[in-house]
């Protein structure tokens, strides 16, 4: 699991001149075409400048590691990748180290970070690197009954035959069913507070259970389409657009009804290497990084001046990545972002349920 | 014994004027052994100390987790103090207002609110939000509580928060549990059954003891052929086959569930052959993964060796003679063997039985890979709520209930079978 | 002993395991109803094979086996009708001894009060009645043994056969259980094969003995024939104790000969296995049978000999002697009130008679 990407770390250290004594620090994140993208545009960039080097570490999300950790006060990670709302209760409890908006760089531009930043992309304890989203995807060579278009036609199994892929969570799953079932995205998460909105979602989802393979981490959703397993199934976009970048795979992001959401980086409280996590954080947080990062997976830079400066896919200059980002105008027409909050407050409930629903 | 007794009382040995009677020889005897007896503790001593630190007080201290939580109690002294006396049912006074916005402010300023915010959503859904929030504002909070509390969020006067609080603030508590059971714990103390679209624990125990029931009993009767081949075979090719019996025993069992993962999926090699030779058409493939049936054919192969080892151990101990002597007694082939040979190969269907029903009870890995949602285990659930829903507690409570499940399931077998006749090799 | 028509015979029986090396070579041997027959011989002489063949575990590479004049080499062990006592008894250690004797006869769908009745007959015949419900691990070793044996007996075969059934006990027992399982014999009638590579243990037991030696019955005959009259170099030396001397031929006249050691010095002897003039023959005579100081012209062989050893056993004196180049010639001295006080280095003459003395193959 580990990759040391020691890449000419040790010689260009000397080149660089760097000062200070070269630390190693742990950083976490979901694996992948995603960690190859932070690889590319933070790791290597940053050993470069630094002479330090960065010990990358894959997980699959949530807080439990960061937390047994922190109080057995051994903390091995320095930063982790983690999901809002997981930013957002690790915070709430203590596990995390803050961080303040005034101490990060301006913007390539010269604006101030704390306006640079998108609205809610910096919190208490993190700071956003990208936003991304849950869409669902289809294998354009095996999808029969027309072409997919909407949120409800995943749904639609008499139009659409051949089994779907769902994350095995309650989350992003309610939400897309409601918004199937004919709630307007911005209505999404009042009906949900109600045990009827949630009866309603549930009852849509039993519409597709008996088709639906189930999966847990993000790269499984590609191989369960370029299997044949499934002929649909929701993703993360960066996944999909990966695979047909990459490895030319027929298939297709639809839009509608996507769920956007945000990776944040936190420190686990008291990080080993605190300070070279700190220069890390910053440093891939620039307005640079994040555009080189959209270079190599379709998800969207956090800092508004990153924008103007994302380009091609790395090795093909004619694929364009503007338009695959999950921020583009055109895939924002029926969107919903993630409500950190109603999910801090329902997730285990919801988690209950869902799992008894599973069961039944 | 007796004549020994009766010697001394009749006649009490004396040497050196010392008289030598029963607890004088027993203390003499003492004395002798300890030195040995000293020895041999010494020896253990390491292994011991690996055990009970390494083993019996990390799961102790798990397992008590299952009963004790303090998360709130430590956190909110003053609210959990006024708590005490209230009879959950009554309006909540302003005392018990101003405790909780005491402990509020100690708990935004150290930065605790979050696990007393997580711990009260477990007993009310939906209102960590309202810690959180409070917790922000605090510091403009004045006197009267009860007012200015209510007046910033409209559901501190939600009878139910301080329903859950009270609930919360047990430090010993049976809630999990209870939780863990499908039961719950009410603020007055009192267990109801958990509403029904939220039983899940007691399906899944059940699920879980099923699968590991069937996986047993595909063990025996697959295993069991191949462990008498084995015993009856020449030493030199019985070597080789055991060779593959172990070979999986030493592959990564990622590798291995990840291959079953290859030969059963939709796509696989199994349904390709089956398409091929027209057993069923390319539309219509079996769904032989992602369910109980995956489940079930990759622990099989999976816990194979654990029922093969034992009874291969077992059966290489029966002599030939027992079967001849059988046969030259009159019996045909099938009556010797179910009448004598099997008999005694109890022990090691016994050993490798349990062994294997143990193990699968608890097994995670491999029903997470290949079980989808009808093959997931009780275990399954116990990872899910230590790494996601970060709720230790009920995953402890879970465990336990598990532990105990295992310790019955012994029990029986000890009262059936008897512990005696497990024989491992 | 009856002699009518024999119950087994083995005609031309071979066998071998690998193909390679032939265990039992041309195995002629018939087997009288009634009698005792033992198989003899050192370890891997063939002798338990043969027992293996007969009770059907192993077939026979060649030959036929009769049992009562049918051919049974097609016939499996369970339809033999042939009980057998195993080396370590095989009592079945799940059951209780009553069941272990109801066995063959459940298999044989006798009906329960006749199999109670039949087993509690062969318990009281191995005086063992009251040890019905115990198991097997509970009982001492010879009592082990009497059920081993009332198993084999109680579904009344004609034919028992015992692989070395009391090599596990120690000396005292095993000798009990030898008159035991003798007066078993005797009182049933039935058929016997023993194996067994005791020599006193067949000397005891049997009515015939078979000496197996390298695949081939060396000798079959009664005990007293067998030890009084060996055949052979090999059961001379095998059959009780045995004073070897070696020789070449010079002079056979009928059932005389006269045999000259490599020192030149002639012994007389019988001619029982011996060729032409110039063969080289092994001579055998018993220990008890040589005399210490004979009568100048009372035997024909009288030589010098010193003695080298003395040892003192009770009923007689064991006395190792070097004589005609040998050191190795043992002499048994009865002790009765007249026997011949020697002293270790004195120099006696020892003697014997031409009848005492058998001129066997080299």
């Not at chain 1, 200070?20 to 995603?34: C, E, K, L, Q, R």
């Not at chain 2, 209870?178 to 267990?191: E, Q, T, Y």
Request: include cysteine.
């Amino acid at each position: 699991m580990i990759k040391v990407t020691t890449l000419l770390a040790a010689g260009i250290a000397v080149a660089a001149g760097a000062a200070n004594a070269a630390d190693s620090i742990t950083v976490v994140s979901w694996g992948g075409a995603y960690t190859k993208s932070q690889v590319e545009a933070y790791h290597k960039p940053w050993m470069a400048a630094t002479g330090n080097t960065v010990v990358s570490e894959d997980y699959n999300g949530g807080l439990a590691e960061v937390k047994a950790q922190v109080e057995a006060g051994n903390v091995k990670w320095d930063l982790v990748d983690v999901e809002l709302s997981d930013a957002v209760r690790g915070c709430d409890e203590g596990l995390l180290e803050t961080i303040s908006i005034e101490d990060f760089p301006a913007g390539a531009d010269g604006t101030a970070a704390k306006d640079d930043f998108l609205p809610g992309t910096f919190h208490e304890c993190a700071v956003a690197n990208i936003v991304w989203s849950t869409i669902y995807a289809y294998d354009s060579t095996k999808v029969t009954g027309g072409t997919p278009s909407t949120i409800a036609d995943f749904f639609d199994t008499a139009k659409y035959p051949g089994k779907r892929g769902l994350r095995k969570n309650p989350k992003a799953n309610l939400e897309m069913a409601l918004m199937a079932d004919g709630v307007a995205a911005d209505e999404v998460y009042e009906v949900l507070e109600t045990e009827e909105g949630i009866e309603r979602a549930l009852a849509k989802l039993d519409s597709i259970k008996a088709d639906v393979v189930w999966w847990e981490a993000g790269a499984q959703p590609p191989q369960l389409l370029a299997d044949g397993e499934v002929v649909m199934t929701t993703a993360y976009n960066g996944r999909i657009f990966n695979a047909v970048a990459s490895e030319d795979k027929p298939f297709e992001i639809v839009w509608d009804g996507q769920i956007w959401d945000l990776d944040l980086w936190v420190m686990p409280k008291g990080a080993p290497n605190k300070e070279a996590a700190m220069d890390f954080m910053k440093y891939s947080t620039g307005t640079e990084a994040l555009a080189a990062q959209a270079s190599w997976i379709s998800y969207g830079p956090a800092r508004k001046s990153s924008g103007s400066l994302v380009g091609s896919f790395h090795n093909k200059p004619e694929l364009k990545m503007a338009s695959h980002m999950p921020t583009a105008p055109a895939n924002l027409t029926n969107a919903l972002q993630n409500n950190f909050e109603f999910w801090a407050d329902n997730q285990d409930q919801l988690n209950e349920q869902f799992n008894a629903w599973l069961a039944k | 014994m007796t004549a020994i007794a009766n010697n001394s009382a009749a006649a009490p040995l004396t040497i050196d004027g010392v008289i030598i009677d029963d607890a004088e020889l027993k203390k003499r005897l003492d004395k002798a052994m300890f030195r040995s007896r000293f020895r041999a503790f010494l020896l253990v001593l390491p292994l011991l100390l690996f055990i009970v630190f390494s083993f019996i007080l990390p799961i102790a201290y798990f397992l008590m987790q299952g009963i004790y939580d303090s998360s709130f109690s430590s956190k909110m002294p003053e609210v959990t103090k006024s708590l005490k006396d209230w009879d959950a049912v009554s309006e909540p006074t302003e005392e018990m207002y101003a405790a909780l916005a005491a402990d509020l402010r100690v708990v935004s300023a150290n930065k605790t609110i979050g696990r007393v915010a997580t711990r009260v959503n477990r007993e009310f859904p939906g209102s960590r939000s309202l810690f959180t929030s409070t917790g922000r504002s605090i510091s403009k909070l004045e006197a009267p509580y009860k007012e200015s509390l209510v007046k910033k969020k409209k559901k501190w006067a939600d009878i139910r928060v301080w329903q859950g609080m009270k609930t919360a603030s047990r430090t010993w508590t049976p809630g999990y549990y209870a939780a863990a059971v499908d039961l719950k714990l009410n603020a007055d103390g009192s267990i109801d059954q958990q509403v029904e679209k939220r039983r899940i624990h007691i399906k899944l125990f059940l699920r879980t003891l099923k699968i590991s029931f069937l996986v047993t009993l595909f063990c025996v009767v697959l295993g069991y052929p191949i462990a008498f081949l084995l015993a009856t075979l020449p030493v030199r090719t019985s070597n080789l086959l055991l060779i593959l019996v172990l070979l999986p025993f030493w592959t990564s069992i990622l590798v291995r569930t990840t291959a079953w993962i290859a030969m059963l999926q939709s796509q696989g090699v199994v349904n390709d052959l089956l398409v091929y030779f027209g057993v069923t058409d390319d539309g219509s493939r079996y769904s032989l993964i992602y369910n109980q049936l995956g489940t079930l054919i990759a622990m099989t192969h999976i816990l194979l060796p654990f029922m093969v080892l034992p009874l291969y151990s077992v059966m290489k101990g029966i002599p030939p003679s027992y079967m001849r002597a059988a046969k030259s007694l009159g019996a045909t082939n099938w009556t010797a063997f179910w009448r004598v040979y099997a008999p005694q190969t109890i022990p090691g269907i016994g050993a490798g039985g349990i062994l294997v029903f143990i193990v699968a009870i608890g097994y995670y890995i491999t029903p997470a890979l290949v079980g989808g949602q009808e093959g997931s285990m009780i275990s399954n659930f116990i990872d899910s709520h230590m790494r996601q829903t970060l709720n230790w507690n009920l995953a402890a409570a879970l465990g336990g209930v598990l532990l105990f499940v295992v310790l019955i399931f012994y029990w029986l077998y000890d009262r059936i079978v008897g512990i005696d006749n497990m024989k491992l090799g | 002993m009856p002699a009518n028509k024999p119950l087994v015979q083995f005609k031309n029986v071979q066998k071998s395991y690998d193909g390679k090396i032939l265990v039992v070579k041309d195995l002629n041997l018939d087997v009288e109803t009634g009698e005792f027959l033992t198989m003899l011989g050192p370890s891997g002489s063939g002798k338990t094979t043969c027992l293996m063949m007969l009770a059907g575990f192993e077939p026979a590479t060649y030959g036929e086996i009769y049992l009562n004049e049918r051919p049974i080499n097609n016939v499996p062990p369970h339809k033999r009708g042939i009980g057998m006592v195993f080396q370590n008894y095989a009592l079945f250690p799940h059951m209780t001894v009553a069941e272990n004797l109801a066995f063959p006869l459940e298999v044989r769908k006798m009906s329960k009060s006749e199999r109670e009745s039949r087993v509690n007959k062969a318990l009281d015949m191995v005086q063992l009645g009251e040890f019905g419900n115990r198991r097997p691990a509970q009982l001492s070793g010879g009592q082990q043994q009497r059920v081993a044996v009332a198993r084999a007996l109680v579904f009344d075969p004609d034919l028992v056969l015992m692989d070395e059934p009391l090599g596990a006990l120690d000396k005292n027992l095993r000798e009990q259980m030898q008159y035991e399982i003798k007066h078993i014999h005797e009182n049933l009638g039935v058929t016997v094969v023993y194996v067994t590579h005791d020599q006193s243990e067949a000397l005891t037991m049997s009515n015939r003995i078979a000496v197996f030696n390298d695949g081939v019955v060396q000798q079959l005959a009664s005990p007293s024939d067998l030890y009084e009259r060996p055949e052979n170099a090999f059961v001379a030396q095998f059959i009780g104790e045995n004073n070897k001397l070696r020789g070449k031929v010079v002079d056979i006249d009928g059932e005389y000969c006269v045999v000259q050691t490599a020192e030149g010095v002639p012994i007389y002897a019988m001619a029982i296995n011996v060729g032409n003039r110039g063969d080289e023959s092994t001579l055998s005579l018993r220990p008890e049978r040589v005399v210490i100081n004979p009568e100048p012209g009372s035997v024909p062989n009288i030589f010098d000999a010193e003695v080298l050893e003395l040892i003192y056993l009770g009923d007689h004196i064991r006395s190792r002697v070097a004589i005609l180049g040998r050191d190795d010639f043992i002499v048994k001295v009865p002790n009765s009130a007249d026997h011949a006080a020697m002293q270790k280095g004195d120099v006696v003459s020892v003697g014997w008679l031409q009848q005492d003395c058998r001129a066997l193959d080299a």
